[in-house]
């Protein structure tokens, strides 16, 4: 392990626990008038905090016949022994996202685009919107999906999807289909019982009626069956309580991860030959879909939610301060980020470094207007454009995190100084005080710039433990305002933009936030908190111990800050965390 | 009857949810009032409690947190707008929400929960028994109705109020999506009499085919959900026992038989298909949520229902963005109400004055509603609760809240007991028993003492 990436003891529940911390005074300030009080970076001590006492040993794997055995190119650690999750995630139903549901829906019934009925949003854990454990069917739900296989099952070409010309019997062909439509519903081949409980639904379906009427009673009932709804990650018996996953889990895992969409004929004839056992054919499959255009919309996916983007619909700024924060300017934010991503993923080196300091980004007159610099000329439309490198360097310095990441009429510092430290740093920090401090907003002031305004805590003794390792690094990003405009000064008085870090891997002083985001593309710490973030996402799920290191590692060898995220992501689905589930019966 | 239902269903199935209009009284589907009026059970809550005197003595939060004194929770002020169903309500002091644990960001899992498990050091904790008090009231008494509960929220956001078995219960805030979902989906009864005509016969068979077939569907469902069950492990248990219920609901719908699945016995005052604006401002999204509930309850769609008030402003909630000068008269700084908790002024008394106003709004519907020989919120239990006692402090306690109803005749109302300083718990548990729920403890048990004596 790095000498200064020390995971505190249950990191992995701490990072757990880390991007609501301070949930509640962001933006805020300790105010000076409360007595200081003994013990005053004390911990939440709470006794009902689940931890993992000890890490168990790590898995021995064995060969699996016909199963997908892990096997090979798992990092290794110092010791030469491979380095596999002493536990691995635990067996789960996974319940496909609305994206995931609506990808599903386009691919099975061959339309043209998703369909866009109404579904109720995801709850959200920890920053996500894919987390197993939050994804379930309420009522709400499953009437919605309800109302949309009704109105697809009508609306469905079944002389396309279930031909039936003579001499076939309209009962083979039912048959037939069951067999085919339901594999792909389902994501794999359907057991005898389930096609004859498929065809009483046709018969019932038909009866009195047509061919085609009972083939829609069969598809609509499909459409929202929770063999369809959920993704199975449950795996057959391995050793003990670990379940490897059967072949056709795997084939969805990885489909799910690269695409958001079920198996495409390809995976589906890997899975039915066992063909995604090895290193190679994993890898393999997983270089393959990433090749796919729904790849872009996932890699998207999971970096702007690692940079709390998608709360940028939400955001609403002073009209009286930004007259310019309009709807279009707000959509025009997210474009110009999902541009940038897709450009540094897909035409780029795909490095977290180049991500953090890449010197381009992507602009429309709006935007460019925002900006301060010349009108691209391309109107509406995105065209990339160059940075003024004194100003801006890659995602962090980008109008869309940064007013997503500051208040209505104030660039936030102690916000923008947490989101640092525990999302892109994977910092936990100990919770603020107990109730006897007064969390409180300093007022506006017309003579003050709003780093004068946020210094009380930090020369309070009480605030300070804390504050000293948010207020520095927000501190070094009051050029931008609140909705992201360089600034050299404010309320007439010249801006002050220099930064501290402490208790990282790069501390020091910068000015600015270039300087900061190249302080950050060299960190180690990012670098594995990047990865981590990514092992969230992917698997849907907070780390367990023991993850985080494996992690740690395994960005490790892939060149820490250089480390190439798709690399990553390939990387990570020829681990044991891809193929082994721990099974609590 | 038939012919009517049909009509507008029809019609809601053309508008597909993009327009609202005010629709006709629904008087069709009244049924023979009952016998005897089923209680109720309402959980209103808000964000950011109340201002405070100042300043705090005491070292120990939750001890200290009783020495505070709300500053205007009166009916001179920020109860105004409640003066008139006053003697509907009930008042206790020396309650706290001893589960919200020190500096506890995530507030609302433990308010309705009595249980701190639901969070740690601000994150989301898996808690797989997890269970608030309006799920534990409907897991006794929603299996009567055709929603066992519902979640109504304004501009709630994706916080964690109700928790059943551990899922969290999310509010919905889209007044068309919970339109549809009470008024606009369900399979109606067609009967047809011997005027009708041909194109009304074919419609009644056509509607007696959908329910046939998605009661197949559903049939289906829970048969693959059992299989699923066995192969799953404990820990996704919770999850599929939800699906089920949920497949549960939606067969209520085709088997009561009218729109919507009203069908259960109807109050006398009548069962209304609210009129809905358009809008996603707060008052109107205020106005229809209220208004919906009131006629869930009124339907008798549900006993068990919940109003979200604004999100309390966790990170990344709309709450943080929110400005109370766009619909709060009165308001002018450009403060987020999240801001304002945290430094709760004259301005911060205006929005919760508004907030209290609506939740006065609805209690006066349930008053008006002629129930019995009372009124339908004497047959309610109304909770009314804030995230927080103080938000700039982060309290717990003291409970900023009141009760409302007379439960039946078994709450007195039109006054004010002293708890003796107890958890939220016990208050919980008291209302659970009013509500004919025989427990003794909810939540973490640590934190129960007795019930309370509200009658």
């Known amino acids: 392990m790095h000498p200064l990436v020390q995971f505190p003891r249950y990191f992995s529940r701490q990072l757990a626990h880390l991007s609501l911390l301070f949930a509640l005074c962001l933006g805020l300030s300790c105010t000076a008038n409360v007595p200081p009080r003994a013990g005053s970076t004390s911990r939440n001590t709470d006794p009902n905090v689940g931890v993992n006492p000890t890490p168990t040993t790590p898995m021995q794997v064995g060969p699996s016949p016909g199963n997908t055995a892990p096997t090979g190119s798992v990092p290794v650690g110092a010791n030469g022994m491979p380095l596999v999750p002493p536990e691995p995630g635990p067996a789960a139903l996974r319940r496909l996202t609305n994206q995931e549901y609506r990808n599903t829906i386009q691919d099975l019934l061959k339309l043209p685009a998703p369909p866009t009925d109404p579904l109720i949003p995801e709850t959200q854990s920890n920053g996500y919107n894919n987390f197993a454990a939050a994804l379930t069917v309420p009522p709400t739900l499953l009437e919605q999906y309800q109302t949309l296989a009704t109105r697809l099952a009508k609306d469905a070409d079944i002389a396309s999807l279930a031909p039936c010309v003579p001499p076939a019997s309209e009962s083979d062909c039912a048959r037939s289909f069951v067999q085919t439509f339901g594999a792909s519903a389902f994501r794999r081949p359907l057991t005898s019982a389930e096609v004859d409980k498929s065809l009483a639904l046709y018969a019932l379906g038909q009866m009195g009626a047509t061919y085609a009427d009972g083939i829609r009673h069969v598809l609509e009932t499909m459409l929202y069956s929770p063999h369809l709804l959920y993704r199975f990650e449950l795996g057959t018996p391995l050793a003990d309580t670990r379940h490897a996953l059967t072949p056709y889990e795997v084939a969805s895992e990885l489909s799910y991860l690269f695409t958001a969409s079920p198996p495409d004929a390809e995976l589906v004839a890997a899975a039915a030959s066992d063909a995604l056992a090895t290193s190679a054919q994993l890898e393999a499959q997983a270089r393959r879909l990433l090749g796919q255009a729904r790849a872009h919309q996932q890699l998207r996916g999971l970096l702007t939610q690692w940079f709390e983007l998608p709360r940028l619909p939400d955001l609403t700024k002073d009209p009286v301060l930004y007259p310019t924060f309009t709807s279009s300017l707000v959509a025009s934010m997210a474009n110009e980020s999902n541009a940038f991503i897709d450009s540094v993923m897909w035409e780029g080196d795909a490095r977290l470094s180049t991500l953090l300091t890449a010197p381009y980004s992507f602009a429309n007159a709006e935007l460019a207007n925002l900006y301060g610099m010349p009108d691209p000329g391309t109107g509406a439309d995105l065209s990339r454009v160059k940075l003024d490198p004194r100003e801006r360097a890659g995602l962090l310095t980008q109008a869309s995190v940064l007013a997503a990441h500051s208040k209505p009429g104030d660039s936030a510092p102690i916000k923008r100084g947490k989101f640092v430290r525990t999302v892109l740093l994977c910092q936990p920090l100990a919770p603020p005080l107990p109730s006897v401090i007064k969390i409180t907003v300093p007022p506006p002031d017309p003579t003050l710039t709003t780093r004068e305004r946020f210094a009380a805590h930090s020369a309070n003794p009480t605030c300070a433990g804390c504050h000293s390792l948010i207020d520095g690094v927000g501190f070094g990003l009051e050029n931008f305002d609140a909705i992201g405009q360089f600034r050299t000064s404010e309320n007439n008085k010249p801006v002050d933009a220099g930064g501290m870090l402490t208790g990282t891997d790069v501390n020091g002083a910068f000015s600015g936030g270039v300087e900061l985001a190249t302080k950050l593309s060299t960190s180690a710490q990012v670098a594995t908190c990047a990865g981590l973030q990514t092992y969230r996402w992917m698997f849907g799920r907070m780390e367990s111990p023991g993850e985080p290191e494996l992690v740690q590692a395994l960005v490790g060898q892939l060149g820490q800050g250089q480390v190439d995220l798709r690399e990553l992501l390939v990387a990570l689905t020829k681990t044991d965390s891809f193929l082994v589930r721990t099974f609590t019966p | ?455």
């Open chain 2, 1 to 455: 009857m038939s012919k009517a239902l049909i009509r507008r269903r029809q019609l809601l199935f053309r508008l597909g949810g993009a327009a609202f209009l005010a629709v006709p009284v629904f008087r069709d589907t009244l049924r023979e009032a009952r016998a005897a009026s089923p209680l109720r059970f309402i959980v209103l809550t808000y964000p950011g409690g109340v201002r405070c005197a100042e300043p705090l003595t005491g070292e120990n939060a939750v001890a200290g947190a009783f020495d505070m004194k709300p500053i205007g929770f009166d009916f001179g002020g920020l109860l105004s707008g409640l003066a008139p169903v006053q003697s509907d309500l009930l008042f206790v002091d020396g309650i706290g929400n001893f589960a919200m644990a020190e500096f506890n960001a995530h507030t609302p899992h433990s308010v309705l929960t009595g249980d701190s498990r639901g969070q740690a050091e601000g994150m989301e904790m898996e808690t797989p028994d997890l269970n608030s008090i309006d799920q534990i009231v409907a897991k006794a008494i929603g299996t009567q109705t055709r929603f066992a509960s519902l979640q109504f929220g304004v501009v709630a956001g994706s916080e964690h109020w109700s928790f059943l078995n551990g899922s969290r219960l999310d509010a919905v805030s889209d007044p068309k999506v919970m339109f549809t979902r009470l008024f606009a989906n369900g399979v109606p009864t067609a009967s047809t009499g011997s005027g009708a005509t041909q194109a009304e016969v074919q419609a009644a068979a056509a509607m007696e085919r959908l329910r046939t077939l998605r009661q197949s569907s559903l049939d289906e469902f829970a048969d693959e959900i059992q299989g699923i069950k066995a192969i799953s492990g404990s820990l996704e248990q919770q999850k599929l026992d939800l699906h089920l219920s949920s497949i549960r609901e939606l067969e209520k719908g085709l088997l009561s038989g009218s729109a919507g699945g009203i069908g259960v016995s109807m109050p006398g005052a009548g069962c209304a298909v609210p009129s809905i604006t358009a809008g996603s401002d707060v008052p109107a999204v205020g106005a229809a949520m209220n208004d919906m509930l009131f006629q869930a309850i009124n339907c008798d769609l549900t006993r068990v229902a919940s109003l979200q008030w604004l999100g309390t402003g966790i990170d990344g909630t709309p709450c943080t963005a929110i400005l109370p000068s766009s619909w709060v008269p009165g308001v002018t700084s450009e403060k987020n109400h999240h801001s304002m908790q945290h430094e709760p002024d004259a301005e911060f008394d205006l929005v919760q004055t508004w907030i209290f106003s609506q939740i006065g709004a609805l209690l006066q519907k349930l008053k008006n509603a002629p129930e019995g020989g009372g009124s339908m919120l004497d047959n309610s239990v109304v909770l009314v609760v804030s995230s927080m006692s103080h938000g700039g402090y982060h309290m717990g306690s003291p409970f900023i809240g009141f009760v409302a109803g007379k439960g039946g005749g078994q709450i007195r109302t039109g006054r004010t007991i002293d708890a003796g300083r107890v958890a939220l718990n016990d208050l919980h548990v008291s209302l659970a028993n009013v509500m004919g729920v025989n427990i003794t403890t909810m939540g973490e048990a640590k934190f129960n003492k007795s019930p309370l004596n509200l009658g």
